[in-house]
């Protein structure tokens, strides 16, 4: 018997193993056919998140709960009747430029492709690498589908009323819970207020930077400089990535309206706001603690548009964010959160030392 249970004791942990791989598996696939209804709930709780902190301020000072929950959600929704107003009509009117900007293209492509012979450089290949209509045609179907998003609006900010109601008796309710564990208590506290600060400094970064290129993109008198405001500050959430892919569409636009020198002008307006915003005051604010590495955030990239389309290409960093804080918060799942932060100078200079040992 003793025999038995010893060998029986040795097998847990790859039954463990077996069963959480077969428990995530499944998981993904209800995500991944749920994703009409947990997206936006998924947008509701982040948008709650955010807008717990002015909620939680408007409380401390003499407001109720109903009063500064409806302040709030008047507030979000002057903010997303804006967005909405900014890509409503911008979108379609863009979508219905792409094929004279395609013309525009070919054409500029036509020029340069007189020249290129004389230069040793095949036309046929540059030509089978670079197609107009695809890259103007996956601006459009992103936007799109960022359209498409925001027509859950009213199921968004019902969904949000409820949790900001909740908001206030969760923290109760979660110490009744694990009033037993005190350090799990630690930890989820740790947990939410990371998530928050990070939300919440990544939104204001992201707004500002949505800001100053829209107001660059309209003295340069780029079309829809708006609608690309908006698109940079919702792309400005994927780190790196998303600014690059922000800046594409509106350089090729300026591109083909004025030339090769406002498209330079455009790429310069971009890096200087990324520099201030991106690497200078979001490191400042946020520190280093709640980086992601690039390729982590590549496959985050990759696996969320794979479970909710191309607006889990929005939610991607927030989500893969808010699993590294809840690993981080958790002394024993610590070591997974480091794993998926960047790399340092110092790091990689003790790794030379010790391949160099």
């Known amino acids: 018997m003793s025999e038995m249970k010893h060998d029986h004791e040795e097998g847990d942990p790859w039954t463990r193993a077996v069963l959480t791989v077969i428990a995530i598996i499944i998981v993904i696939a209800a995500m991944k056919a749920a994703q009409s209804i947990l997206v936006p709930t998924i947008v509701a709780v982040f948008l709650a998140v955010i807008a717990a902190r002015p909620m939680l301020r408007l409380q401390r000072r003499g407001l109720g709960p109903l009063t500064s929950v409806a302040l709030v959600m008047l507030g979000m929704i002057v903010l997303l009747s804006l967005a909405g107003w900014a890509l409503g009509g911008s979108v379609n009117a863009f979508v219905n430029e792409i094929p004279a900007y395609e013309d525009r293209i070919r054409a500029m492509l036509a020029d340069v492709t007189t020249m290129l012979p004389q230069l040793g450089v095949s036309v046929e290949e540059l030509t089978k690498r670079f197609d107009p209509s695809m890259v103007m045609g996956l601006v459009g179907g992103m936007l799109i589908g960022l359209q498409k998003a925001l027509a859950n609006t009213f199921l968004v900010l019902f969904m949000m009323i409820f949790i900001l109601l909740e908001s206030s008796t969760f923290p109760i309710k979660i110490r009744k819970?694990?009033?037993?564990?005190?350090?799990?208590?630690?930890?989820?506290?740790?947990?939410?207020?990371s998530l928050n600060r990070y939300l919440v400094i990544k939104t204001i970064m992201s707004l500002l930077t949505g800001v100053f290129?829209?107001?660059?993109?309209?003295?340069?008198?780029?079309?829809?400089?708006?609608?690309?405001?908006?698109v940079a500050f919702l792309l400005n959430y994927i780190p790196a990535i998303g600014s690059a892919l922000a800046s594409v569409p509106?350089?090729?636009?300026a591109l083909v309206q004025f030339g090769v020198g406002k498209a330079i002008l455009v790429a310069i307006g971009y890096a200087v706001?990324?520099?201030?915003?991106?690497?200078?005051?979001?490191?400042?604010?946020?520190?280093?603690?709640?980086?992601?590495s690039a390729l982590v955030v590549f496959l985050s990239l990759v696996f969320w548009a794979w479970v909710f389309g191309p607006v889990g290409m929005l939610l991607?960093?927030?989500?893969?964010?808010?699993?590294?804080?809840?690993?981080?918060?958790?002394?024993?799942?610590?070591w997974v959160g480091l794993l998926l932060e960047p790399g340092t100078a110092e790091e990689e200079d003790a790794a030379d030392d010790d391949q160099a040992a």
């Open 273 to 292: 706001v990324n520099s201030v915003f991106g690497n200078l005051l979001e490191t400042r604010f946020m520190g280093r603690g709640v980086g992601l």
């Open 177 to 193: 819970v694990v009033s037993a564990s005190e350090p799990a208590l630690q930890s989820f506290t740790a947990f939410a207020d």
């Open 250 to 253: 509106p350089i090729l636009l």
């Open 316 to 334: 991607a960093v927030p989500l893969t964010m808010t699993m590294k804080l809840a690993l981080d918060s958790n002394p024993r799942t610590a």
């Open 213 to 230: 290129v829209a107001i660059w993109l309209a003295i340069l008198g780029v079309d829809f400089a708006i609608m690309w405001g908006f």
